[in-house]
């Protein structure tokens, strides 16, 4: 896919995660859309993919929150790249493994946003942060995992890309 079209769709993606999304939030905790797109992109596509639309995707989602330029796009970075380097070495057309992957790319990706975090001297407390953050977020993200999974990996193959 040519990249200003994985910037619109990630832009899209971004509005509906920000907009409708918000109604579907439990205990505070929605889906990551944008995650999730790169997570299975790069899962299918490769770690090079996965780890530049992560960037491309964390620098459309910091650039619409205001603050902390560069912080998702690394942590989307990280997640992308670890989900292609996944991909090339497991069975990329099984449901249940995507959504494996999903979750620990999605949990690596928010270790990182919170190591950044501190780094920036704003400190949450590890358990608060992974307990009622990152394991619901990454579990609500990966369970929509196959609900897209089929989508993008049909629109791969239909482009003749060789997975």
């Known amino acids: 896919m040519p990249f200003p079209v994985?910037?619109?769709?990630l832009g899209a993606?971004?509005?509906l995660q920000t907009t409708v999304l918000e109604n579907f939030a439990i205990a505070g905790i929605k889906p990551d859309l944008v995650m999730l797109v790169v997570v299975l992109n790069g899962f299918l596509l490769g770690a090079k993919e996965g780890a530049f639309l992560g960037f491309a995707g964390g620098i459309i989602e910091d650039l619409f929150s205001g603050s902390y330029i560069g912080l998702n796009a690394l942590s989307k970075m990280v997640a992308g790249y670890l989900a292609g380097a996944a991909g090339e070495r497991l069975y990329r057309e099984n449901i249940?493994?995507?959504a494996a992957?999903?979750?620990i790319a999605s949990l690596a990706g928010l270790t990182v946003n919170y190591l950044l975090l501190l780094y920036l001297d704003i400190f949450i407390s590890p358990l608060y942060a992974?307990?009622?953050?990152?394991?619901?977020?990454a579990a609500y993200t990966a369970m929509l995992a196959p609900f897209v999974f089929w989508r993008i990996f049909r629109y791969?193959?239909?482009r003749g890309r060789e997975l």
């Open 101 to 103: 992957v999903a979750f």
């Open 130 to 137: 992974f307990y009622r953050i990152a394991i619901p977020g």
């Open 6 to 9: 994985y910037l619109l769709l």
């Open 13 to 15: 993606i971004l509005i």
């Open 96 to 98: 249940p493994v995507a």
């Open 156 to 158: 791969i193959q239909f």
